[in-house]
């Protein structure tokens, strides 16, 4: 049996089979989004705070609607209107909304290694949506779970990754999730983005930063959006970058045929990925975001359902009828 | 009067590691005579005996690089609780820099601290002045008058000396003046944003890293410096393999080059950073393969001293998330500790050591240590086996930002003595 | 928690006559099976309607279609599961709406896990008619809930729990009662 999960701040720490267990628990809320009625009370009088430092859509509403979903109730943090604004620490603002007894805090921020301190600090479960450049766990999670459900496995496969590696937190996670799983990576960039420390990450890790060779014989091909500002960088003219390293058609021939394309969102349809691509039937975009409902509602259940004086003896054969 | 007895002296100016019996006057050592006996009966009169049997007897230990905090800062060290914390680590002389509030630009701000030291200060204070005004990089600073005032050498420390024609200019005028110029090294557009070295640990842990170069880059631009005005250079908290390189090429070629490494740089490496802030200092831990060369340096002589780059920090400051995090880790209680787990390795002679503390340091400020008849009682009296753990909370300092919290250690620093008077002795 | 045995409630052969039995009593009761279906509640009550579903089949000659249900979802007491509960999908391949549908479960205690049944039924449709069939009611009732066909009822005290052992689940058949001790 997995070890029990008391947050979720990177993939990185997690074993195999606690990645194979949160992945199995999805299914069944996979299945849910198909109900006429989405509504649960499992989580009915939990409530779950949102504290997201770093604006986001997508994300955000992926897991409110996670939590909604299950029953629970929302408390909402955004950086447009955070007291962040007025000087107020990190801390200061995690221990106010502790302070209101939420059941679960949902962060992202822009420091690296942030949901870790908070962790550090507060009793209740935390989860890592995105910290800095470090990781975004659920994203990598609902990634797994599409390929698996699409190519059946998620062993052995080869993965090519493209675009800003050192930047985009999604890369590391999804690079410390397949690799439990004997996955190839092949990473794919303007090399000033590609760190050779990479290649110390997992067994089977190599740059390339020729998109040519680096779809050769892909199973699947993850493209990551290009920031187009950042900080302390010179950066990067778009046109370049469109000229080598947009996925195109073409480029996506090289690839095995039944490749797979998954993009985290949102896309820039012209400048990393063709729109035909975007659209084909190749993409897996619009089940990612299906399956990262899924996920976030099966880490949500798991994180806060299970009460404190549960007795693992106590299995649901001797559980009340 | 006080009479050490029976203790090994290592005396690095003579170079000789003898068993002598030392009688101090008033400041001074007035006599020093082969160790008797411990049955024996000493002349004095009045005053205490020390029994140093089994423990060693040193010039007394110059930190030429700290932070003490005062004016400014006093919430996370006043000259009082950092002086007394370097004694506690056998410290007899500190080198504060200048990068208080108000910087430590002009003669009233060094007189200030040095009225201030000789009100409450357990050691020596010996004031680093800042380069260029304000430390800003733009115009030299009144670098006379704080050398009348009492200034040991110049420096715009927790910045790099800004361009390459202020340092002309801050050479130029120092080499005139007999000073050494000091330098925080460090290329500001390949530092911009890092938090520490750039490495797998960086990439790991998704936080901005610089590369060695950030230092080297500066370091070579100074020993040109050097090489063009003649002026007696030092390269503050030197970290990398690089540049360490550079520092022998240029001593080889006969240039007055100097340089200092951190007791935290000859222990750990950048492996070793995790979101924990008292892992976080500038310049930040580096490869195994530099400290690895800085501990060549430290036994072949390239590295003149070691020194500790005390940098206190208020507690609430340093528990935020780790980009936040201000740079700087304490380091006066430790220091002889970690070295002396060189020495215990096998990596460093104990007179080397000793030398790395002492006549190191005083050379490079153009001074002299020495345990002889006459000189000053300044003396460093160690164990090299007394078992204990650090801990920050029994600490002196103000702050507990140490990255060794809980370690354990063999060999302490046990009575420090400074001007003759006995400024700490460790509790049994 | 360690559990001691008192005594087997039912053989292997009698959980056989007593299925076959509530299948006929199924059939007769339902005025037509052409519009009826088998929810088996997980874990054992799985296992439980697919063998009654089979009988009918052997009765009627018609397929009555068995769908299963998790119901860890629904559940009103998140604290008595385990820590880490491991869930399962539930399969109900044929709409729920206007459907005649018979729950089954082994064991009918307090009812609250065929309140949570209802409850997830309920979230796929609206059934015409609910009705419930288990194994062994052991009373204790904390809901207004009843099944209508019972295999046997057995009176029990708060200390023992009835262990329904299945081929398909557990490996052994039959019914034991056994007792709570510290």
Known sequence: MAERLRDLLSIEELTAGQIAFLLDEAKPFQEFQRHPLKKLATLRGKTVALAFFESSTRTRISFATAASRLGADTMNLQAESSSLKKGESLLDTARTLDAMKPDCIVMRHSSSGSADFVARHLDIPVVNAGDGTHEHPTQALLDALTIRDRRGTMENLNVTIIGDILHIRVARSNLHLLSHFGCRFTLCGPAMWLPREFECFGKQVRRSTRIEEALDGADIVMVLRVQQERLHEPALPLNEYILLYQLTPERLKIARPDALVLHPGPMIRGLEIDPTVADGPQSCVLEQVTNGLAVRMALLFVLIATGSEADEARGSAHAAH | MLLIKNARVIDPASGTDTKRDIWIDGSRISRIAPAETPAASSPSTNGETLDATGLVVAPGFIDLHCHLREPGGESSETIETGTRAAARGGFTAVCPMPNMRPVNDNASVTRSILERAAAVAVTHVWPIGAASTGSRGESLAEIGAMQKAGIVAVSDDGHPIATAKLLRQVMDYCRALDLPVVDHCEDSSLFAGAVMREGVQSVRLGLRGMPAATESIAVGRDVQMTELTGCRFHVAHLSARGSLDLVRAAKKRGLQVSCEVTPHHFTLTDEDVVYDTRFKMNPPLASAEDRAALIEGLADGTVDAIATDHAPHEAASKDVEFDRAPFGVTGFETALALALELVHSGRLSLMRMVELFTTGPARVLGKKRAVAPGEAADLTIFSTDHPWIFHVNQSASKSTNSPFEGRKFRGAPMVTIVDGRIVYRREA | ?182
Do not use: C, W
């Open chain 3, 1 to 182: 928690m360690r559990v001691v045995e008192k005594t087997q409630l039912m053989s292997a052969t009698e959980i056989d006559r007593t299925l076959q039995r509530l299948a006929h009593e199924i059939v007769e009761k339902s005025g037509g099976v052409a519009n009826l279906a088998l929810i088996g509640i997980r874990r054992r009550g799985v296992p439980l309607a697919q063998r009654i579903a089979r009988a009918m089949h052997g009765i009627e000659h018609a397929e009555i279609p068995v769908g299963t249900l998790d119901i860890t979802l629904y559940r009103d007491d998140l604290s008595k599961i385990a820590a880490q509960p491991v869930l399962h999908s539930s399969e109900i391949s044929f709409p729920v709406d206007d459907k005649d549908v018979l729950l089954v479960d082994d064991v009918l205690y307090t009812g609250r896990t065929a309140r949570a049944a209802m409850n997830g039924l309920f979230d796929l449709g609206r059934p015409s008619r609910v009705r419930m069939a288990v194994l062994i009611d052991r009373g204790h009732r904390e809901l207004p809930i009843e099944a209508t066909f019972v295999g046997r009822s057995v009176q029990t005290s708060d200390r023992e729990i009835v262990e329904v052992r299945l081929n398909e689940t557990d490996g052994e058949e039959r019914v034991m009662l056994v007792e709570r001790v510290e």
